[in-house]
């Protein structure tokens, strides 16, 4: 027998033409699959009850439908839960669930996925950036993140999603994996696979010039882009290959960012202490927001192990924050999430990583 297909590799075209074009059955067959995969998690074909016996014996025997292996969870003090996966090929990744309460007074979740094995950005205070790059994950492996924390919490209501945000902002750059980061959000906005909204999805990328068009031109997805610094110069210090993409080049491309209605771009800025958290560095970035129609995230750094950085005192993220609010800007701190479970993109797979070769 060849080599098994993934069954979430397949689009839902993809799907519908195998159907028609391999079994010679009608292709709303791909509909009922993606039903059972995506909205009843059902990973049994034997147990897909509305498909003929024998379909259910080819699919078997064609398609594998397993999900990545949860190696590890952590829980942390504040309700943050980190996954480390494990792929097919026994690479690992993560994935982070924040915990928010709704309206209701119910704990609802914004997931963080990976589109990468490691990064090749290497920006230098990012524990991905410093594992380098191993390779880019295929749209099974982005969605099946997504399919594993739902089995893992018990989110199987599609009426009542536990998790109802995903935010593109675990390891990788996604805008250096545009193919299968487009067919995953096709699947995720679809609504015969996961039917999240674009409203619901948010990709962060630290600026790649031609691929940050085609995101935008798709419209699936809202786009956070990772600022960090408000000049080149600093950016250069702090994102070296990031900032090959000149600052003044990525503020002109995402001035033509095409918005829709009541849609705002994000800047995500990280605060690193007595690096770019002076009172100067804030007007200078007051400036750069006031020109676009723009939020601001600033996010508390979060210590890495070995990493040249240290966090801003509290005072210092107040000043600052200070600063943008009497420019009218909302700037909105982000306390990392989930500090004593190593939850910064990276930083438990390194753990992770170090443990087990402490250990051999
Ligand atoms: N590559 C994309 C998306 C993944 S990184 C990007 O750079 O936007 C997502 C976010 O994780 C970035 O905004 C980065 O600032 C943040 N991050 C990385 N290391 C961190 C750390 N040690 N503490 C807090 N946030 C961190
Ligand atoms: Fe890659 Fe983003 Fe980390 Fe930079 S911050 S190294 S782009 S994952």
Known sequence: MGAMLNIFDFSFEELSDYFQDELHEPSFRATQVWQWLYQKLCFDFDQMSNLKVATRQTLAQTFSSELPKIKQVRTSSDGTQKLLLELADSKLIETVLIPATDHAGKVRYAQCLSTQVGCPMGCTFCATGALG????????????????????????RPDHPIIKNLVFMGMGEPLLNLDQLLRALKTLNSTHGLAFSPRRITVSTCGIPKALDTLGESGLCYLAVSLHAPNQALRAKIMPKAALFELNDLLANLKHYPLKTREYLTFEYLLLGGVNDSTAHALELAKIVQAMKAKLNLIVYNPTQNAPYKAPSSDD???????????????????????????????????????ASAIE
């Open 133 to 156: 790059f191993e390779r880019n994950l295929t749209h099974g492996e982005i969605i099946s993140q997504v399919l594993a924390a739902r089995s893992f919490i018990g989110d199987v």
């Open 317 to 355: 993220v107040l000043k600052f924050e200070k600063v943008l609010w009497d420019k009218k800007i909302t700037a909105i701190v982000r306390q990392s999430k989930g500090q004593d479970i190593e939850a910064a993109c990276g930083q438990l797979r390194a753990k992770y990583l170090e443990d």
